[in-house]
């Protein structure tokens, strides 16, 4: 039976075909499966999400129909889409567009695809679907044919590995626009010219560098030999402004800025991930080619950078990390959908060795009470917080480096231990409320000597500081991304000295016995020899 789909229409439900039937393929269109197609009878013609093209043809080809589709149609299909129309039978299509992939195939492929892309959920035997037995516990990040732009190369090697014939039809599209800018900044390291050269050859994807070994300007070097309207995101105030003082050094250009009450584009602009998701990716005015998501590592920012991966249409999506491994495969897997897979990571200790980062020394101070508690926020209160002997001790400590001649910054979570911190051993406490005048002041003060120590509860991500050569991780945390940012705060090479001091606080008990455990755990993991030679404690 021959069916036409003659032409498209624009309703309040979105895109539709309009179908020219005959009467006796009435009950087969009736019976579509609404929730996909949403078969609607508009008094002369039946009427068919236009997204939904390719699958029609599918089910009607089974159906035992012929579906005869208008040019118009298909146009305004590849528009709406951003998909190229095929309808080639024998092999597997994947049709790729700037924010995701759509895999054309029999449901048993698609399937396999599904259960590959996809991870556990950690919390799954809290959700009342899982304790029900509605839902399996695993967050599928393909489904309907369609999956993340990020993952394309993942779904790839699933179809090599099963030994699936498939053709690739990419339509993604740049918008064009060149932009003219220049470079005035020192020539690159080897190790970075590489991870361009890299970077280039993949298309994209994530380049792991450690804290203080150039990310930053390495991705301005990727952006000047693209020359492209460019799109950096950031989740914090501090490193919108360093973003934009960078730029400006490097390009010696003005840039566009999105944050702290800004809404300003320009070809190359910097932008909070909070202000585009509160205010609406739609807001841009401009099209950016390519997208530079910046500390893409951290835990909080996985749930927001995929949903900005899957709206935005750059082509070109180059996410910066400072650690490879993530301890949630849930957030591994929505960072690479948003940005890609790993392109290179350079190692710490391979830069430490070149002489490229300082050589950390590990010292550890005595925390002397055991906690005991019932839950965390108690324990965390009682014997990290407002544990007095722990922190005279760090006091004790910070005021002893400062006398051989460190320049101190000490980490804390909570603004009553940078308080009390405050009033043992001086310096100037840094906490969120402040605004950025006075950060920028007081980092001033501290890189000429003004003071010392720096307490703070900011700082752990992005800030540079060259003169810090002695970082005490006073809050008792297990984060491992927290422990390599802070730390990598202290290891940027200085003049007449090569090595930072790393000092930890062994704790005990519950709860924080545990973190201490865990930071230690990842010192060794990333700085390898140079924790194991450079430590004067046992653990």
């Given at each position: 039976m021959l069916i036409r789909a003659v032409a498209t229409v624009n309703t309040k439900y979105g895109w539709k075909i309009i179908l020219n039937s005959p009467f006796q393929a009435k009950d087969d269109i009736k019976?579509?499966?609404w929730d996909k197609f949403h078969p609607t009878w508009s008094g002369s013609a039946w009427l068919i999400d236009l997204k939904q093209l390719d699958s029609l043809y599918s089910v009607f080809q089974k159906l035992g129909h012929d579906l005869i589709i208008e040019e118009p149609v298909k146009k305004e299909y590849e528009k709406i889409t951003g998909f190229k129309f095929v309808l080639e039978k024998d092999k597997i299509q994947l049709l790729l567009s700037e924010n995701e992939f759509k895999v054309k195939a029999d449901t048993p492929v698609l399937t396999i695809l599904e259960d590959e892309l996809c991870y556990e959920d950690e919390n799954k035997e809290y959700m009342p679907a899982y304790i029900s037995g509605d839902w399996d516990g695993y967050v599928r990040l393909f489904g309907g044919g369609i999956g993340p732009i990020g993952l394309f190369d993942r779904a790839r090697k699933v179809l090599d590995e099963y030994d699936y014939e498939y053709e690739v039809h990419d339509n993604r599209k740049e918008s064009g626009k060149k932009t003219n800018f220049k470079w005035h900044a020192y020539d690159l390291r080897a190790y970075q010219k590489?991870?361009?050269?890299?970077?280039?050859?993949?298309?994209?994807g994530i380049i792991s560098l450690p804290t203080a070994s150039g990310k930053t300007v390495t991705a301005l070097k990727l952006i000047h030999k693209l020359q492209m309207p460019t799109l950096i995101t950031v989740h914090t105030k501090q490193l919108l402004y360093q973003w934009e003082d960078e730029i400006k050094y490097t390009f010696q250009c003005d840039c566009g800025l999105i944050g702290d009450k800004n809404w300003k584009e320009d070809d190359i602009t910097v932008a909070t991930v909070q202000t585009l998701l509160s205010k609406g990716i739609n807001k841009?005015?401009?099209?950016y080619d390519i997208w530079i998501p910046d500390e893409c590592h951290i835990t909080s920012a996985a749930d927001k950078y995929f949903q900005l991966g899957k709206e935005l249409k750059a082509v070109w999506r180059v996410g910066l990390s400072a650690t490879p491994w993530r301890k949630s495969k849930g957030e591994s897997m929505k960072i690479e959908g948003a940005v890609g897979g790993l392109v290179k990571n350079v190692p710490a200790s391979f830069l430490i060795k070149k002489g490229y980062l300082a050589e950390p020394y590990f010292q550890i101070i005595e925390n002397p009470r055991k906690a005991f508690g019932f839950s965390y926020a108690d324990v965390y209160k009682r014997y990290i917080e407002d544990n007095q002997l722990r922190n005279m001790n760090i006091a004790e400590k910070a005021l002893e480096m400062i006398e051989n001649g460190y320049k101190v910054f000490i980490s804390v979570r909570r603004i009553s231990q940078g308080k009390a911190l405050k009033k043992l051993c001086g310096g100037v406490f840094l906490q969120g409320k402040d605004d950025m005048d006075l950060r920028k002041q007081t980092i001033e003060d501290f890189e000429n000597g003004k003071i010392n120590p720096l307490i703070s509860t900011l700082l752990k991500e992005g800030a540079?500081?060259?003169?810090?050569?002695?970082?005490?991780?006073?809050?008792?945390?297990?984060?491992d991304i927290n422990t390599i940012q802070t730390i990598g705060r202290v290891?940027?090479?200085?003049?007449?000295?090569?090595?930072?001091?790393?000092?930890?606080?062994?704790?005990?008990?519950?709860?924080?016995?545990?973190?201490?455990?865990?930071?230690?755990?990842?010192?060794?993991?990333?700085?390898?020899?140079?924790?194991?030679?450079?430590k004067d404690y046992d653990i």
């Open positions: 019976e579509l499966d590489y991870i361009i050269k890299k970077v280039l050859i993949n298309g994209g841009l005015k401009n099209r540079n500081i060259p003169s810090m050569s002695c970082v005490i991780l006073a809050d008792g945390l297990k984060s290891l940027r090479q200085k003049e007449g000295s090569n090595h930072g001091y790393v000092i930890d606080v062994r704790d005990t008990g519950k709860y924080i016995g545990h973190h201490f455990y865990e930071r230690q755990k990842t010192m060794k993991e990333y700085y390898g020899k140079y924790y194991q030679e450079n």
